[in-house]
């Protein structure tokens, strides 16, 4: 009993002990026994070392070929409609969004000139036509008369000088008539011109649509000279709409018409929307860029694809920009593995290889070994892998701990063939 009640005392004699320390002392004995408590327990539970390796499994799913590319949507067709004659707009008809029939009057002109005009080729023509029938008349009257003389000439009761004077007013007669004619052509077409040019201080719709931009204002002057001055477009049907999507050269190859693409737009970002490609135009527009930091320029191509969109709810509006995926290819139940794993190389690889690879791990204490492969789709996170020695349920190398092995190659894509690891 004395034995225990001694084992009780120590702990206590301890607490005084420690009571009568000053808080410095307390504080650095604590930090002692901590520190104490600290290695036995390391000692007693090592912490576990962290795998060599980060692997993922081969597995298989399926795996599209996505081309993306955005642009604006627009009406499929739009026209500029312009004045073709000079003067003041008296009137405007129309405004934006309005809708119009083909013929519908959406402008005016001021005509006075122009009626002017007019009216003075009118009365040009009628002072033609009436130069035209004295003229016809002078004509018959010498025609008349040639034809007598020339029968009394011919029984000699005339001379032949008599005769002469009558063929030659024959032929004056007949110039004067051809001339007549001449003015009478020419009076008419002026007429024609001043009645097209009065037609055309009404600005009309040339088809069914609707108004896009109106550029001109009433009482604005117009001059019509070397170019049309533009006053308003008009599309000819919003119901029908289109995407004109600038795509690279390297994707460009994939793309065909009559696939489907289906696009988002900000205005709508919770929706998917769905198109045709209608056209891969041959056309192409090349920029090209060069660092600030470096000599070094880069070139790049693209294309235009004309994509046909159904508008018939009227949500979309000309302008609006839409982000496009187009699926160029898709493929089901094919062997699949991260991209990581094509662009990984151990950190004690030195070597280079001529063809694209994946290095397995077979089991956690093996050392990795080097697969070649052919890769098909290549994909936002996964690539598909054609031929190689994997199979369904491997485990590629996608990273190494603890090291800088993991080189990345063209941003998030697997490298090309020439870039081998």
């Not at 004699?13 to 002692?32: D, E, M, P, Q, S």
């Not at 990273?399 to 690891?421: D, F, I, Y």
Request: aromatic share 8%.
């Amino acid at each position: 009993m004395k034995k225990i009640a001694g084992i009780f005392k120590f702990p206590a004699a301890c607490w005084k002990w420690f009571k009568r320390l000053g808080l410095f002392k307390k504080i650095l004995l604590l930090a002692v026994l901590a520190g104490a408590l600290w290695y036995g327990w390391t000692l007693v539970f090592p912490a576990k070392q962290p795998p060599r390796f980060q692997t993922a499994r081969v597995k298989k799913g399926d795996i599209a070929d996505i081309v993306e590319a955005s642009g604006p949507l627009a009406p499929i067709t739009t026209t500029q409609v312009g004045a073709l004659v000079s003067g003041e707009i008296l009137k405007i008809y129309v405004d934006y969004n309005t809708p119009v029939k083909k013929g519908d009057l959406m402008a005016l002109i001021d005509p006075t000139q122009i009626q002017a005009d007019y009216d003075q080729a009118e009365a040009s023509l009628s002072s033609a036509k009436e130069s035209l029938e004295s003229a016809k008349m002078a004509y018959n009257l010498a025609t008349l008369n040639r034809d007598r003389y020339r029968d009394l000439f011919a029984k000699d009761y005339v001379s032949k000088s008599s005769l002469e004077e009558y063929e030659l007013a024959y032929v004056n007669a007949k110039s004067s008539l051809n001339s007549a004619e001449s003015s009478v052509i020419q009076a008419q077409a002026r007429l024609d011109s001043a009645k097209k040019d009065l037609d055309n201080t009404r600005i009309v719709a040339p088809y069914d649509g609707i108004v896009l931009t109106k550029i001109v204002s009433e009482g604005q002057s117009l001059t019509s000279g070397y170019s049309t001055p533009e006053m308003f477009t008009l599309a000819q049907d919003l119901t029908k709409m289109q995407i004109e999507a600038k795509v690279s050269e390297a994707d460009v190859v994939k793309i065909k018409e009559g696939q489907t693409a289906e696009f988002t737009l900000d205005g709508y970002p919770d929706q998917k929307f769905e198109g045709t490609v209608r056209q891969v135009r041959t056309n192409y527009s090349s920029s090209s860029s060069s660092s600030s930091s470096s000599s070094s320029s880069s070139s790049s191509t693209t294309y235009t694809v004309v994509i046909d969109v159904d508008n018939t709810s009227g949500k979309f509006m000309p302008g609006m920009t839409a982000t496009i995926t187009i699926k160029a290819q898709d493929k089901k139940d094919v062997l699949l593995v991260p991209n990581e794993a094509l662009r990984f190389a151990p950190s004690s690889n030195e070597q280079k290889y001529e063809t694209t690879g994946l290095w397995v791990l077979d089991n956690p204490e093996a050392e990795p070994r080097r697969v070649g492969v052919r890769v098909g789709i290549i994909g936002t996170t996964q690539t598909e892998i054609t031929e190689g020695e994997v199979k369904e349920g491997d485990r590629v190398i996608v990273r190494e701990s603890g090291s800088a092995a993991l080189t990345m190659v063209n941003g998030n894509r697997p490298p090309r063939p020439g870039r081998r690891r």
